[in-house]
């Protein structure tokens, strides 16, 4: 079984920053995604950045480019996202998740962290 946690998150002002962690255990040979998901009150979630584990790059939502940047340990299976000029519209709950390449997709979800973005 793959696992996901997740640490960070919190209130912060507009135009300030934060950095969420995620890290995975378990069964995570087959690891090929892991990504950033965001869900507001009211919205569907949103897919915000991905990075692919092995010989790939990343990808970013427009609305978080520029501003938000994914990355990844080199030594572990955990990752990060860093959110600088964060605005009031940001405020969701985040999720990482992982496709583990078994036809599921991103099948496996951490417990998501609030974030909140004070005007």
């Known amino acids: 079984q793959a696992q996901l946690v997740q640490s960070g998150g919190g209130l912060v002002q507009a135009g300030g920053s934060l950095r969420l962690s995620c890290a995975a255990s378990g069964r995570t040979f087959s690891l090929y995604k892991m990504g950033w998901f965001r869900q507001a009150p009211g919205k569907e979630r949103e897919f915000v950045a991905e990075?692919?584990?092995?010989?790939?790059?990343?990808s970013y939502a427009d609305s978080v480019k520029g501003r938000f940047t994914m990355s990844r340990d080199n030594a572990d299976i955990r990752v990060y996202l860093q959110m600088n000029s964060l605005q009031p519209k940001d405020t969701a709950v985040y999720y990482c998740a992982a496709n583990l390449a078994d036809g599921r997709g991103y099948g496996y979800w951490g417990q998501g962290t609030q974030v909140t973005v004070s005007s």
């Open positions: 990075i692919t584990w092995s010989g790939g790059g990343l």
